[in-house]
């Protein structure tokens, strides 16, 4: 599956480092999202971007940043995180304006993250 | 606001069985799309099947079919002839197919074990 793709797989960052994850989309979609997967919880949806502009912010806290240069790519930027943002970041892509059926999702392999 | 609960928080299978994972959920739409999502140790969310609400015909996929009972708000999902690569946690999920929506809820999954 390489319809979605996500760099790094794996980051070990300490709480007062700043680094970013990137998601690219190959497959002609207009909307991409970020999610978080703690353990023993459901997957918390974080951002939504539709056609570059972003439509969703669930209540995320600010030291986590998204960017959206076009509809292929997005960014999460990550400054002074603390232990409990460790987790596995899911980027995923669809296209919801192209009639019915395109509601569905698709999904990277996800970014391992371990705060320090 | 929609939820989407998986009673069983582990099943496991002998190879070549027939294994039903159950998903129930709570919506006031009547349009909507059901989904479930695989995923493997390697941690990639793959799509396995995907349900319109709409349709009567229950959606099969090869050795994945569907029980959609819209009525009962019920959704489960059977696998056939089990094989060691089907061990993953199974997502269930649901998304409005309305104008403008992007909100994929995700039940806590299932974890399915395949037994030799």
């Known amino acids: 599956e390489t319809g979605v793709t996500q760099t790094p797989r794996h980051l070990v960052m300490g709480m007062t480092n700043k680094k970013s994850l990137k998601c690219e989309q190959h497959?002609?979609?207009?909307?991409m999202y970020w999610y978080k997967q703690s353990a023993k919880k459901p997957l918390e949806l974080m951002f939504v971007?539709?056609?570059?502009?972003?439509?969703e912010n669930n209540s995320v806290p600010s030291r986590f940043s998204p960017e959206c240069p076009n509809s292929s790519h997005l960014f999460l930027h990550l400054h002074t995180l603390q232990p409990e943002d460790s987790a596995l970041y899911l980027c995923?892509?669809?296209?919801?304006?192209?009639?019915?059926?395109?509601?569905?999702?698709?999904f990277g392999p996800g970014t391992r993250l371990t705060v320090l | 606001a929609q939820t989407v609960t998986q009673s069983q928080p582990e099943m496991s299978v002998q190879e070549a069985e027939t294994v039903t994972l159950s998903c129930t959920y709570d919506?006031?739409?009547?349009?909507?799309?059901l989904f479930w999502y695989k995923q493997p140790p390697s941690r990639q969310m793959i799509l396995v099947i995907r349900?319109?609400?709409?349709?009567?015909q229950n959606a099969t996929e090869n050795r994945f079919s569907v029980n959609f009972q819209k009525a009962a708000k019920s959704f489960s999902l059977k696998i056939s002839d089990s094989q060691l690569g089907d061990a993953a946690m199974y997502f269930c999920?649901?998304?409005?197919?309305?104008?403008?929506?992007?909100?994929?809820?995700f039940g806590k999954g299932t974890k399915l074990s395949v037994i030799p």
């Open positions: 349900q319109e609400a709409y349709k009567q």
């Open positions: 919506t006031s739409e009547s349009d909507y799309y």
């Open positions: 995923a892509s669809s296209s919801p304006a192209s009639g019915r059926g395109s509601n569905t999702q698709y």
């Open positions: 497959l002609g979609h207009n909307a």
């Open positions: 999920a649901y998304t409005y197919s309305g104008a403008g929506s992007y909100q994929l809820t």
């Open positions: 971007y539709n056609f570059k502009e972003q439509t």
